[in-house]
């Protein structure tokens, strides 16, 4: 069973840092792609990053130079995603969702966590 466990999660001020964790158990990263998803108040789910197993990754235009991807491999089952948010701005206020893909390759339908809050105020 796929489970995916977020942490990090918290209340900042503009400008401020925080790094969120995703323990993802009982899923092997080789060959697949995990991401990072938020979701404010009254908007859809938006994907923010997104990185496969060889290393790629994406950003979505409203967080390139101020977020990074990034995981550790623990086992061949089990691994944890990080999301280093820098610069936190009051519209990056959303709770955020760690993700893994069900057919490796696509995000079109993943795995998700229970979501960990981030507030930004000024």
């Known amino acids: 069973q796929v489970q995916l466990v977020e942490s990090g999660g918290g209340s900042v001020q503009a400008g401020g840092s925080l790094k969120l964790s995703c323990v993802v158990s009982?899923?092997?990263?080789?060959?697949?792609?995990m991401a990072w998803y938020r979701q404010a108040p009254g908007k859809e789910r938006e994907l923010v990053s997104s990185?496969?197993?060889?290393?790629?990754?994406?950003?979505?235009e409203f967080v390139k130079g101020r977020f990074t991807i990034s995981h550790e491999n623990h086992d061949n089952t089990k691994n944890t995603l990080y999301l280093q948010m820098n610069n936190l701005r009051i519209d990056d206020t959303a709770v955020y969702y760690c993700?893994?893909?069900?057919?490796?390759?696509?995000?079109?339908?993943?795995?998700w966590g229970q979501g960990t809050q981030v507030t930004v105020s000024s």
């Open positions: 993700a893994a893909a069900v057919y490796c390759y696509t995000l079109d339908r993943v795995h």
């Open positions: 990185l496969t197993s060889d290393v790629a990754t994406t950003y979505t």
């Open positions: 009982g899923y092997s990263f080789d060959g697949c792609i």
